[in-house]
């Protein structure tokens, strides 16, 4: 029946379940008389190459026949050979058109060359929407469909069929559904059970929108009118925890499960495996002919690629703590302002997507009244000059032990550590006023230790100075102790408790005993903290983030990055979100812009956008030509496109990520007001004025015309995806206490 057939299956077709349905290929194709022939064969020897729904490549017409995969089965299922034409992919494609008939497909595939936005809540449920790019709001007809493949046939990337339709059977689902959507558009993944899905967009968009809550959406008249009428398809995300904040809303739709574990599923090794390993280890597992076609280089050289990788996209100041979250996390005050002045020192870096290598911010914090008895890092030369007798450090690593006097915690101990791992300071302290109780259990301090001493805390914030000014990377866990105990401001710091953060998201941290144990194998604090051993445990945890990049220990136990996934397949990324999410989500393989508002993120989604349809509509914009490693006029805190991003920019991205933030961030920056008054609440007027506040209502407008003008620009054949969170979880915390606990 298939005497004289040789098949070979394409590398690059598109199938579900491909390995498996290959095997059983293989051994039905012999049977019957034929030749199936191995990845590694060349082309020319095959008479037969099997596709998907993807046009073959140009030229690849005249030998062997191009045909789609169906061909086979039919020939195998009815045992008598097909007519090949009837199963060219041109074929099938224009009899798609020709279905559509005479009337109708004109007139609406205009309409269906954009995506439009869905969204809906519930209370206690994060929610997403999903809307494809065809047919009208009341479902898509089969002349609808039809003409949206035509329309979007020529804006779809080459080699991807062009998505068709979308219909979601189960409106409530998990965040890891969305996960497999996402997989399967863009990681050949096999297609998930609750939707039904003919093709594939040639941009997928997700917009997070953190903070929406059902009374908002639902209000009368509606907050979010644009959106609202050009829904599609509407679905609610179930979720897993209880007042589930915008960081772990995030961190469970980028938590791919790994084969054999479950979310949330502890190893037995207690450091976290590379990116460059868990991606390639899921995407094994979530598409099964991730392997096929040649050999992966060795784990080591892999890992040694992604770490120099991650080093060159990310400086270290990337990490830096913002204002934002040193104004959640209770930083002293004046770090926040230093912080917002070495941010402010380059406006509209965060948007033109410029790269840079140095930025001097000597001047930040330096007007600000500070309490007696405080100093800031900019009062460096003041205070200290030129006697120090010591450099400057880039990279300084603190922690300090503290004991309780009549006025509270009192500094007994500081050390630094550098860059290097060199112990720069290391000094006892005697309190300003009488100890009540050395905490010897836990500081390590007792009375013999401080006895004959006269150093005070001045004299510390001194020593402090010799080696930490204005422009150096204060590195620690849980800095704002440190900073209060030393009574210094300082604007650029790394804390590794927001690099690492808890699962339940701020206020809560995790120790460092735990992350030490985790990543770094070590035990530490058994008895009596060190602040010497706690400082080079900071930096070290600090420095794996450097060098494995941002994803490195983010997701869940058992789970690898879903960027890293997408990236190992070859997908072109782009993010544009606050570099609070891109501090923990970024990849090197994507091209990232960090961006302070909503307004911002919209504007860089756009051009990022733009770079698809380059080519056809006109020259790229001066502002959104990539910038090489030294970049212009930019800060260190912007990542650095590789020449490798650089190239796939031209392109277009196959996965915009995009976070729109500013109602998140108001709603949290109340919550904390709210936790820090003195006092009894009384919750049924916190949750009134909550309520009645304008605020969140003008932002949600602003929202709603920057969604629109978004899906205005998606290319034909897009799909727009809008996940909201939780709602106001940040005031119920409050509400329960939650605001208030410093772990």
């Known amino acids: ?93 224009a009899a798609a058109a020709s279905s559509s008939g005479g009337g109708g497909g004109a007139g609406k595939s205009k309409g269906a060359s954009r995506a439009s936005p869905a969204v809906t809540s519930e209370p206690g449920r994060s929610s997403s929407a999903a809307a494809a790019a065809p047919g009208p709001a009341a479902g898509p007809s089969p002349a609808a469909v039809a003409a949206a493949a035509a329309a979007a046939a020529s804006a779809a990337s080459p080699g991807r069929p062009p998505l068709r339709q979308l219909a979601v ?30 093709g594939r967009p040639g941009t997928v968009v997700v917009v997070e929108l953190p903070g929406l809550d059902r009374q908002l959406l639902l209000e009368q008249p509606p907050v979010l009118r644009q959106m609202l009428e050009g829904v599609r398809q509407r679905v609610l995300l179930q979720t897993t925890a209880v007042n589930e904040v915008a960081s772990q809303t995030t961190a469970a739709l980028l938590s791919v499960a790994q084969p054999g574990r479950r979310a949330g599923h502890k190893r037995k090794q207690p450091e976290p495996e590379p990116p460059g390993a868990a991606a390639t280890s899921a995407a094994a597992a979530a598409v099964p002919a991730a ?40 930083f002293p005050h004046g770090s926040a302002e230093a912080a917002d002045a070495a941010e402010a020192a380059v406006p509209g870096a965060a948007v033109d997507g410029s790269h840079a290598s140095n930025c001097a911010a000597s001047d930040q914090g330096a007007g600000q009244a500070l309490p007696p008895g405080w100093v800031s890092t900019a009062q460096q030369r003041e205070l200290v000059g030129d006697r120090s007798g010591a450099a400057t450090e880039v990279v300084v690593a603190v922690d300090c032990e503290m004991v309780i006097t009549a006025e509270g915690f009192e500094l007994a101990r500081v050390s630094l550590v550098g860059g290097s791992g060199a112990r720069l300071l290391d000094a006892l302290v005697v309190p300003d006023n009488p100890v009540l109780d050395y905490n010897t259990r836990y500081s390590g301090i007792t009375a013999a230790m401080l006895e004959g001493l006269t150093t005070r805390c001045a004299d510390a914030q001194r020593l402090v100075l010799r080696h930490v000014g204005p422009d150096t990377l204060l590195v620690g866990h849980t800095l704002e102790n440190d900073l209060k105990a030393l009574r210094l401001a300082h604007g650029r710091c790394i804390d590794s408790a927001v690099l690492y953060p808890h699962p339940r998201g701020l206020p809560h941290r995790s120790s460092l005993r ?14 009596a903290h060190d602040s010497y051993i706690d400082a080079e445990v900071a930096l070290q945890a600090v420095q794996l983030k450097w060098r494995y990049g941002p994803t490195y220990g983010t997701v869940k136990q058992g789970c690898s990055h879903l960027f890293d996934v997408l ?38 989604a756009l051009r990022l956008l733009g770079g698809a349809q380059r080519e056809q509509q006109a020259p790229a914009r001066p502002e959104a ?91 034909a054949g897009a799909l727009l ?16 206490g939650e605001g208030s606990k410093r772990k």
């Open 514 to 527: 735990t992350l030490a144990q985790r990543l770094l194998a070590r035990t530490i604090q058994q008895g």
């Open 169 to 198: 059977k189960s409106p409530l689902l998990m965040a890891s559904d969305i996960q497999h959507l996402l997989l399967h558009l863009l990681a050949d993944a096999p297609r998930p059970h609750w939707l039904s899905v003919h």
């Open 625 to 715: 030509a990539a910038a090489g490693p030294a970049g212009s006029a930019a800060t260190q805190q912007q990542p650095r496109p590789s020449p490798a991003v650089q190239q796939k920019q031209q392109q277009g991205p196959d996965l915009l990520w995009l976070q729109l933030s500013e109602l998140w961030d108001y709603l949290e920056g109340r919550a904390t007001q709210l936790a820090g008054q003195d006092g009894a609440l009384n919750l049924g007027q916190a949750v009134a004025a909550a309520q009645r506040d304008p605020e969140p209502r003008r932002i949600l407008q602003q929202a709603d015309q920057r969604l629109a003008q978004l899906a205005a620009a998606l290319p």
């Open 291 to 330: 392997a096929e076609g040649g050999q992966e280089p060795p784990l080591q050289h892999r890992e040694q690629q992604d770490a120099t990788a991650a080093e060159k996209a990310f400086p270290p100041a990337f990490f830096a703590t913002t204002a934002r979250q040193m104004r959640v996390m209770g």
């Open 1 to 93: 029946m298939l005497s004289g057939c040789k098949v070979l299956l394409s590398a690059d077709a598109r199938i579900s379940h491909k390995s498996s349905r290959s095997k059983i290929w293989q051994r039905r194709v012999a049977q019957e008389g034929g030749t199936w022939l191995d990845a590694g064969s060349a082309t020319a020897a095959a008479t037969h190459l099997l596709v998907g729904d993807e046009e073959p490549a140009a030229g690849s017409a005249a030998a062997p026949v191009p045909v789609h995969y169906s061909w086979l089965e039919g020939c195998l299922a009815k045992r008598r050979r097909l007519d090949e034409a009837d199963f060219h992919p041109a074929a099938i494609a």
């Open 721 to 736: 995806l809008v996940v909201s969170g939780q709602g106001n979880t940040a005031l119920c915390r409050a509400l329960h």
């Open 567 to 604: 990236a190992a397949r070859g997908r072109r990324l782009a993010l544009a979100a606050p570099r609070e999410m891109l501090m923990l989500h970024a990849v090197p393989q994507a091209e990232v812009v960090a961006c302070s508002s909503d307004g911002q993120a919209v504007e860089a």
